[in-house]
């Protein structure tokens, strides 16, 4: 069920970094071409993923452990 977790707040994360990058990198002057975008979304996906598996694994490590 982790894993499940994980994968969707990294889906709608991802969705919402596109978004926010489309609207934020104009306004701070920051020009991306529709494919760096898209690159610069996919290493914050692979990085959002590991880092909301690992938090999620580490808590549930901690409960087995004190529970």
């Known amino acids: 069920m982790q894993i499940l977790e994980a994968s969707a707040q990294v889906f709608f994360g991802t969705i919402l970094i596109f ?9 701070l002057g ?9 690159a610069i979304v ?19 490590k901690i409960e087995t452990n004190h529970g």
């Open 19 to 27: 978004v926010s990058n489309l609207i934020f990198f104009p306004l």
């Open 30 to 38: 920051i020009e991306a071409t529709t494919g760096a975008n898209i």
């Open 42 to 60: 996919a290493i914050n996906t692979v990085i959002a993923f590991a880092k909301s598996y690992g938090v999620r694994f580490l808590f549930k």
